[in-house]
């Protein structure tokens, strides 16, 4: 099945490394003109060495109004294709859990992801050409996981914002569905959970019996990013090798 986004352009945020750079690489290689979003500037410099035509918007996503002015419609243009990777992740047990903690979270998982897309979308609205919109979520927001209390809770807030976000913006004909992946080896997967004893724990949970690599989660953004999927809107897609089934 080829997917080709000839024509179109693409917003990736969490762009500077593991799913969201692959991501911002991939549209590139499908044909699409893609602007990549994330906070560090070494990141976005290391991506543009690596394919110079993407183009770089260095911003902190959890600041309302400086991603107002660095991604307004008039500045990077219209966009045909979101995809809100930007995410952080800070385990502390329940009875630990700190206000500024919850705060941080919350504001970069869910608030950051309705802002970006209100942006985009309000674009999409006003040039009747429809669109898509695919937020990177979690098996977290199914499955209870412990120490993980604010990042499951925000991970279950973004997939009821995708479907509220889907059920308002398709009379627009702009579809807006989830991927949910489990473990994925990035380079911070890969290091946070190199111990066999622990990865074991995990994995002994997925029929498939493995985590999923970058490309995995990649390929499903891809698809639901696609014309192949024209008829899928509000939904989460688990990338977890059955690990929600069980």
């Given amino acids: 099945m080829e997917i080709s986004f000839v024509g179109k352009r ?6 500077g490394k593991g799913i969201g750079r692959a991501t911002a690489l991939a549209l590139v290689r499908c044909g699409a003109e893609v602007t990549a979003v994330t906070r560090t500037r070494a990141d976005l410099d290391s991506l543009v060495l690596e394919c110079p035509s993407i183009r770089p918007v260095c911003v902190d996503l959890a600041d309302w109004d400086a991603t107002d002015a660095a ?10 294709l979101l995809v809100n990777n930007a995410a952080c992740a800070s385990l502390q047990p329940f009875l630990e859990v700190t206000p500024e903690e919850f705060d941080r979270s919350f504001s970069v998982n869910v608030k950051a992801v309705l802002h970006v897309s209100q942006l985009v979308a309000r674009g ?8 898509a919109i695919v937020n990177v979520s ?4 199914k499955c209870a996981l412990k120490d993980h209390t604010v990042y499951c809770a925000t991970k279950g807030a973004l997939d009821m914002l995708t479907k509220v976000m889907a059920l308002e913006l398709g009379a627009h004909q702009i579809r807006v569905n989830s991927v949910n992946p489990t473990v994925v080896m990035t380079e911070m997967g890969r290091l946070g959970w190199s111990d066999p004893a622990k990865a074991r724990t995990m994995t002994s949970r997925i029929p498939l019996g493995r985590f999923a690599e970058v490309e995995d989660v990649v390929n499903s953004v891809l698809f639901l990013l696609s014309d192949k999927s024209a008829m899928t809107n509000g939904v989460a897609l688990p990338v977890d090798g059955g690990f929600l089934a069980c």
Wanted: proline residues 4%; charged residues 25%; without cysteine.
């Fill in 124 to 131: 999409m609205k006003s040039r009747g050409r429809g669109g």
């Fill in 138 to 141: 979690s098996q977290a927001s």
């Fill in 71 to 80: 991604l307004r419609d008039d500045v990077v243009g219209p966009i045909d």
């Fill in 10 to 15: 693409a917003l990736v945020t969490g762009a």
